[in-house]
């Protein structure tokens, strides 16, 4: 049984792992204020879940999601998360994570951060541009015709698999952008990022990113 190991259990890690319980996975449920503090929480999602240290969770994993704030990155687990799958939903917010200069100049993206961080993990960029309150009502079977699709961008193509994988157990389609490098097309505020409570089409996200622009261009 495939575990998914959770670097942070706010609002889309709480909402992916009751997902993930749902579709039969095991959880493993970390934050940085202890394990203690996650209690009620693992006992609503019930035996398939448990709570650990971010180090625990990231060395429990198959599969490891990132969801902090962005600004915290720095302190996910290096050598457990070495050859996983690392999912990130991060998003950067200056007002929230202070001014990161290779961000505010776009010579690189957040998830580019993330792995470099993590040299000799597979990080994929996954879960950035939907709310986790739609998150947690889209997820819809394959073949259903309301199902939404999400972008998903990693630099290993094996990687990009894997992440595809866990989002079609949960009740989501993908759209592959590639690299992380493409990342950038479902950042927060773009054309890509759905704010409303719409099925999204697989056609739709592909028009959605192709008309993407930069920050400095929307200025």
Do not use: C
């Not at 050859?83 to 990161?100: A, L, M, S, W």
Request: proline share 6%.
């Amino acid at each position: 049984m495939t575990t998914i190991g959770f670097i942070g259990s706010g609002h889309i890690g709480s909402t992916l792992a009751r997902l993930a319980v749902a579709a039969g996975y095991d959880v493993v449920l970390s934050n940085s204020r202890g394990p203690e503090t996650l209690a009620d929480l693992v006992t609503e999602l019930g035996p398939r879940a448990r709570a650990a240290t971010p180090a625990e969770a990231a060395a429990a994993a198959d599969i490891a999601v990132v969801t902090i704030p962005l600004k915290n990155y720095l302190q996910v687990p290096v050598a457990e998360l070495a050859g996983k799958t690392v999912i990130d939903t991060n998003n950067y917010y200056p007002q929230r994570d202070g001014r990161i200069a290779r961000l505010e100049d776009e010579s690189t993206t957040s998830s580019e951060l993330l792995q470099e961080h993590l040299p000799a993990s597979h990080v994929v960029k996954a879960f950035n541009n939907i709310t986790y309150s739609h998150l947690a009502t889209r997820g819809r079977p394959a073949g259903a015709p309301d199902r939404t699709f999400l972008p998903i961008a990693g630099n290993d193509a094996e990687a990009r698999k894997q992440a595809a994988g866990f989002l079609d157990a949960i009740g989501y389609g993908v759209v592959d952008v590639g690299p992380l490098a493409e990342g950038w097309r479902y950042q927060r505020d773009t054309a890509a990022y759905l704010g409303d409570g719409n099925p999204i089409s697989e056609s739709d996200p592909k028009t959605r990113l192709a008309a993407a622009m930069r920050y400095r261009d929307m200025r």
